[in-house]
C-alpha cells in the first residue's frame, strides 16, 4: 500500500523551520534516543535497518513519527544520499500544527495507521518463516547422525551447533556394508549460512553416503563427490570436506582433504599436536582435481580432532580470531580426557573466548578416540 504524502502542506514552505543536511551525512543512527519526526522538503535519503537498505525517501515524506508517541530508540538509521532539506517535528510543534491545519495531522495519522498496519503484515508474514525455518532445523538435524558409534576400544563424541536455524555443517559415521571392522568419517563445511547452505548440506550428504557404499578409498570418494556435484550444481555454493576411513581392529586410518582445515592429531604418549598431513580442493569448484591420501596409526590414547572452521574463525569483541594456536593449546591441555569430556573442553574455551559476540558461522567438532 502507497503512503499517503505531506508534499502541498503550508509546513513545508515555511523557511524557518528548514534544516539542511549534506549528503552522506547521518539524521540519526538506529539506536538512538530520538524525540523528533522530520519531514522531507527536498533531497533524497536511505533507511537501513542492520545495514540493509529498506527504503528510499523523498519529498514530502515523513520519518520517525514514532518518536512522538512512545520512548523507543530509533528502529533505523536515517542518511541523506543527497543534500536534503528537512523540517524537524517535535511533540510541541505537532500540537501547534494540528491546531492550525487538522488535515495535516490527520495526514500524520493515516501515514501511521498504513505503517503500523505493514508492521503487522511484516510481524506474521516473520512469524512464518520462523516456523518454516524451525521445521527445516529439525529435518536437517534428523539428517545428522542422531548418536554416535559405539565401538569397543573406541570413543566418538560431537559437537555440532548451528549459527542460524539452519546452517551448511555436515558430519556423518558410516559403517562398511562388507566390513565390520571399517567405518567411514566425513566432516564437511558448505560455503555460506542459512537455507541455500542446509540444502546443499543435504545433497553432500547423500552423495557422501551413497559414493561410501561403492569404495572405501578416501580419495576416490571425494573425486566421485566432486563429479557429482559439478554434473548436477548450478549453485555458486562448494564444499570442503575431511574423509576418513578407520580400522577399528588396527587403528590404522586414510585421511584425505577437499579444501578443509587439516584434523589435528592428540598423541597421548606425549601430549604433542600435530596436524594430520593433506591436500585438495574444495568439492564443486574445478573438475580436474587431484586429493592425496594420507595414511596414519591411532595408538591407544591418541584423538582426532576434526572440525570446521567455525571453531577456529569464531571471534571476540575485539574482531580477533580464536585461532590455531589456542585450539591446540586447548586440545593439548585436554590430555588424558575422554572423547565427550575433550569435546566440552574445546566448546567451553572457545564460548569463553568469544563472550558475548554473536555466533558467526557454523561450528562443528568431531572427536575420534582409542583408548
Known sequence: MEEPSLQGFAVLRNPTRH??????????????????????????????????????????????????????????????????????????????????????????????????????????????????????????????PQKTPQIPGWEFAVHYQAARQVGGDLYDFMPAPANPHQLHIVVADVTGKGVPAAMFMAVGRTLFRATAADTHAPAHILHRVNESILRDNHSPLFLSACYITLDTQTGVLRHASAGHEAPLWLHGETGAVTELPGRGMVLGAFKTVAFAEETAVLAPGDALIIYTDGVTEARDTTRGFFGDERLTAAIAAARGARATELVQQLVTAVTHFTGDMPQADDLTIVVIKRL
Request: net charge negative; glycine share 6%.
Open 19 to 144: 534544516r539542511h543536511f549534506a549528503a552522506g551525512e547521518a539524521i540519526f543512527y538506529q539506536g538512538d534516543q530520538g524525540d523528533d519526526m522530520y519531514i522531507v522538503v527536498a533531497g533524497e535519503l536511505r533507511v537501513t535497518l542492520d545495514d540493509n537498505e529498506i527504503n528510499r525517501l523523498t519529498s514530502g515524506a515523513v520519518f520517525g513519527e514514532m518518536s512522538l508517541v512512545d520512548e523507543r530508540t530509533r528502529s533505523a538509521t536515517v542518511t541523506a544520499v543527497t543534500d536534503c532539506t528537512l523540517i524537524p517535528v517535535s511533540q510541541a510543534h505537532f500540537a501547534e500544527l494540528a491546531q492550525q491545519d487538522p488535515d495535516f495531522a490527520i495526514q500524520i495519522m493515516r501515514i501511521m495507521s498504513i505503517r503500523l498496519r505493514n508492521m503487522m503484515a511484516e510481524e506474521v508474514e516473520r512469524q512464518r518463516l520462523e516456523q518454516e525455518l524451525a521445521i527445516g532445523r529439525q529435518i536437517q538435524l534428523s539428517l545428522l
